[in-house]
C-alpha cells in the first residue's frame, strides 16, 4: 500500500479536498485503484449532529455513515462508494481507545496519547485503506487529508501519527504533500512567507514535505517556485501551481499541466503509465444551452447544498446545458422570484423554519407546470402541498411542524429515540419502481438503490387519499413511499431519497438529468421564446 498525505498551512478552506480528490483522480486516469481518508479533528463522532450552515454539507454515504462534505468529492472524483471508516475524527479515535481500557485490553498500562493514540489513528488509518471499494477491489494507493491546518492543536496527535507511519514504511510507500496559500499583493507580486512559515510548523513536527501545493489567484511563475524551494527544501519541480478555476473539475487537467502526476509516481517508485483522457473529455463538455433553476432553501450557505450543486453540473453537462442557480431564501421569496426561472428545485432540511415559502413554491410549480424536483423534505413537502390544496386537507402537516393532519408521520422505528447522533433512516435502501411511470423511465428500471436521511415518512392512513386525488407513489421501500409524481405536468418528480449522494461526472443521477432536460425543453417552449 502506497500513501500520500495532504496537509494544509497558513489557513482555512485552500481546497485541500479538492487537491486531494483531483490528485486521486490523476492516479486513477492512470488506472490505479485508489482510495481516500478524510481526517477531521473534531470531537464529534460524525458529522451528522453538526449545523450544516457552519460545517456544510452532511454527506451520507453507503452505510449510512453521516460524514464530512470532502468525502463527497473523493466519491464523484474517483468514482468509488467510501464507508464510515473512510472519516476518522478524535471523537472516534478516543471512544475506540477509552473502550479498549475499560476492557483491559491495556493490561494496566497507564493509557497515554503517545502511543496508544497514535497507535489507533495508524490503525484506522490502514484499517481504512484495506477496505474494499467497488466490486471487492482493493486500493493500490490511499489518500489521507489531515483536517484543519498546520499548528491546530486539535491536530497534534494525527500529525504525530502520521510521522510515526513515516518512519515505519520504506520512503517509496508515504509521500507528504503540503496546501499552502500564496497570496499577492496590491503591487501584483506573489508573497511566499506564509509558506515558508507554514513548512517551519510542519518540520517542527517533524515532517518534510515532499511535494507543495500552492494556492494562489493566478499561476505563479519559475521565480517564485524557485523561492519557495530555496527556504522549504523541495525541489522545485515539486512546487505545483494550483490557481483559481471556475470549475472544480478543472482542477486535474490544471495538475496534470504542471506535471504532479510526474512527481508522484517518481516519488512512489510507481509507473507512470499514459493517462486515460475519457474523464477529461466528460468534464470538458461544452455548453450550448443555459437555464436557470431556483433552489427554495433556508440555510443561506451554498455548501449545505454542496451534492446538489454538483449533481445539477453533472447532468447539465451530460446535456450541453450549463444550470445557472438562482439561491431563493424560503422565509422571503416571493412569487414573481419564479415566474422567470426554468425549474424549481426543493432540497431537504429539518425544523419549521422557512416550511410555507417552500409549500408556496411547490404549489407555483404544480399550477404553473414548472419543472419541479422535491428532495427529501420537499418530497414530504410535495405531499403536504397536494394534501391542501387537491385533496381537501386544508389543515394537513407534518408532525415534526406541529400541530394538524399529520399526512407526514414519524417513522415507527423512530418513537421513542432521544439520541440524535447516527439515529435517523441513513444509508442505502433497495426501491421499487412503478412500471410505466416517470421515474422507471428515468432509471430504465425497476429495482434500484439510493441513499437516505430522515426520520419522517408520509403517513400510510393518508396514501389511499392522496392516490385517489391523483398523485401518483411511484416509488416504494417495503411499506414506505419513496417516489410521488403527477401525470399531467411536463416533469413534477420528489424523491424521499437523496439521489445528489450517488451522482458523479461519469455517472450523473437520473432525477437530475430528468429535471435538466424537463427544464431546457420548458426554456426552449414557444411561450417562452
Known amino acids: 500500500m502506497k500513501y500520500i498525505i495532504v496537509t494544509g498551512g497558513v489557513m482555512s478552506g485552500l481546497g485541500k479536498g479538492i487537491t486531494t480528490a483531483s490528485i486521486g483522480r490523476l492516479l486513477k486516469n492512470r488506472g490505479y485503484q485508489v482510495t481516500a481518508v478524510k481526517i477531521d479533528p473534531?470531537?464529534?463522532?460524525?458529522?451528522?449532529?453538526?449545523?450544516?450552515?457552519?460545517?456544510?454539507?452532511?454527506?451520507?454515504?453507503?452505510?449510512?455513515?453521516?460524514?464530512?462534505?470532502?468525502?463527497?468529492?473523493?466519491?464523484?472524483?474517483?468514482?468509488?462508494?467510501?464507508?464510515?471508516?473512510?472519516?476518522?475524527?478524535?471523537?472516534?479515535?478516543?471512544?475506540?481507545?477509552?473502550?479498549?481500557?475499560?476492557?483491559?485490553?491495556?493490561?494496566?498500562?497507564?493509557?497515554?496519547?503517545?502511543?496508544?493514540?497514535?497507535?489507533?489513528?495508524?490503525?484506522?488509518?490502514?484499517?481504512?485503506?484495506?477496505?474494499?471499494?467497488?466490486?471487492?477491489?482493493?486500493?493500490?494507493?490511499?489518500?489521507?487529508?489531515?483536517?484543519?491546518?498546520?499548528?491546530?492543536?486539535?491536530?497534534?496527535?494525527?500529525?504525530?501519527?502520521?510521522?510515526?507511519?513515516?518512519?515505519?514504511?520504506?520512503?517509496?510507500?508515504?509521500?507528504?504533500?503540503?496546501?499552502?496559500?500564496?497570496?499577492?499583493?496590491?503591487?501584483?507580486?506573489?508573497?511566499?512567507?506564509?509558506?515558508?512559515?507554514?513548512?517551519?510548523?510542519?518540520?517542527?513536527?517533524?515532517?518534510?514535505?515532499?511535494?507543495?501545493?500552492?494556492?494562489?489567484?493566478?499561476?505563479?511563475?519559475?521565480?517564485?517556485?524557485?523561492?519557495?524551494?530555496?527556504?522549504?527544501?523541495?525541489?522545485?519541480?515539486?512546487?505545483?501551481?494550483?490557481?483559481?478555476?471556475?470549475?472544480?473539475?478543472?482542477?486535474?487537467?490544471?495538475?496534470?499541466?504542471?506535471?504532479?502526476?510526474?512527481?508522484?509516481?517518481?516519488?512512489?517508485?510507481?509507473?507512470?503509465?499514459?493517462?486515460?483522457?475519457?474523464?477529461?473529455?466528460?468534464?470538458?463538455?461544452?455548453?450550448?444551452?443555459?437555464?436557470?433553476?431556483?433552489?427554495?432553501?433556508?440555510?443561506?450557505?451554498?455548501?449545505?447544498?454542496?451534492?446538489?450543486?454538483?449533481?445539477?453540473?453533472?447532468?447539465?453537462?451530460?446535456?450541453?446545458?450549463?444550470?445557472?442557480?438562482r439561491w431563493l431564501d424560503a422565509e422571503t421569496c416571493d412569487i414573481h422570484d419564479l415566474v422567470d426561472v426554468d425549474g424549481i428545485l426543493i432540497p431537504g432540511g429539518f425544523g419549521k423554519r422557512g416550511i410555507e415559502g417552500k409549500i408556496r413554491a411547490i404549489q407555483y410549480a404544480r399550477e404553473n407546470k414548472k419543472p419541479f424536483l422535491g428532495l427529501c423534505l420537499g418530497f414530504q413537502l410535495s405531499v403536504i402541498e397536494y394534501a391542501r390544496h387537491v385533496a381537501g386537507i386544508s389543515d394537513a402537516t407534518s408532525e415534526e411542524m406541529g400541530e394538524g393532519t399529520h399526512v407526514i408521520a414519524l417513522l415507527p422505528e423512530q418513537e421513542g429515540v432521544q439520541d440524535l447522533g447516527g439515529t435517523m433512516r441513513l444509508g442505502d435502501s433497495e426501491i421499487v419502481l412503478k412500471e410505466g411511470t416517470k421515474v422507471a423511465a428515468l432509471y430504465g428500471r425497476t429495482r434500484i438503490v439510493e441513499r437516505h436521511r430522515h426520520r419522517y415518512e408520509v403517513n400510510p392512513e393518508f396514501i389511499a387519499d392522496l392516490e385517489a386525488a391523483g398523485l401518483i407513489f411511484s416509488g416504494f421501500s417495503g411499506s414506505r413511499m419513496e417516489v410521488c409524481e403527477l401525470p399531467d405536468h411536463p416533469f413534477y418528480l420528489a424523491t424521499q431519497f437523496h439521489p445528489e449522494f450517488k451522482s458523479s461526472p461519469t455517472n450523473p443521477s437520473p432525477p437530475y438529468i430528468g429535471f435538466v432536460e424537463a427544464c431546457k425543453k420548458n426554456k426552449l417552449s414557444p411561450k417562452n421564446r
Open 42 to 325: 473534531y470531537l464529534n463522532i460524525d458529522a451528522g449532529t453538526m449545523n450544516p450552515a457552519q460545517h456544510g454539507e452532511v454527506f451520507v454515504l453507503s452505510d449510512g455513515g453521516e460524514v464530512d462534505l470532502d468525502l463527497g468529492n473523493y466519491e464523484r472524483f474517483l468514482d468509488i462508494n467510501l464507508k464510515s471508516i473512510h472519516n476518522i475524527t478524535t471523537g472516534k479515535v478516543y471512544r475506540n481507545v477509552i473502550d479498549k481500557e475499560r476492557r483491559g485490553d491495556f493490561l494496566g498500562a497507564t493509557v497515554q496519547i503517545i502511543p496508544h493514540i497514535t497507535d489507533e489513528i495508524k490503525h484506522c488509518i490502514r484499517r481504512a485503506a484495506m477496505e474494499e471499494i467497488n466490486g471487492g477491489k482493493r486500493a493500490e494507493i490511499c489518500l489521507v487529508e489531515v483536517g484543519g491546518t498546520v499548528g491546530d492543536i486539535e491536530s497534534m496527535p494525527f500529525l504525530e501519527a502520521i510521522r510515526q507511519m513515516h518512519g515505519e514504511l520504506a520512503p517509496e510507500d508515504m509521500i507528504l504533500v503540503h496546501v499552502t496559500l500564496v497570496p499577492m499583493d496590491t503591487m501584483g507580486d506573489f508573497k511566499t512567507k506564509p509558506t515558508q512559515h507554514s513548512v517551519k510548523a510542519l518540520r517542527e513536527l517533524g515532517l518534510q514535505p515532499d511535494i507543495i501545493v500552492a494556492r494562489s489567484r493566478e499561476v505563479i511563475g519559475p521565480q517564485t517556485k524557485k523561492k519557495i524551494s530555496a527556504f522549504t527544501d523541495v525541489p522545485v519541480k515539486a512546487v505545483v501551481a494550483a490557481k483559481d478555476v471556475p470549475d472544480i473539475y478543472q482542477i486535474p487537467m490544471e495538475l496534470e499541466k504542471e506535471g504532479l502526476a510526474d512527481v508522484i509516481c517518481n516519488y512512489l517508485q510507481i509507473e507512470n503509465r499514459e493517462p486515460d483522457p475519457a474523464w477529461y473529455r466528460v468534464v470538458s463538455q461544452e455548453y450550448t444551452n443555459r437555464v436557470t433553476v431556483a433552489i427554495v432553501s433556508k440555510y443561506g450557505i451554498e455548501d449545505v447544498y454542496m451534492s446538489i450543486k454538483e449533481s445539477l453540473k453533472h447532468a447539465g453537462r451530460a446535456l450541453s446545458t450549463e444550470v445557472n442557480i
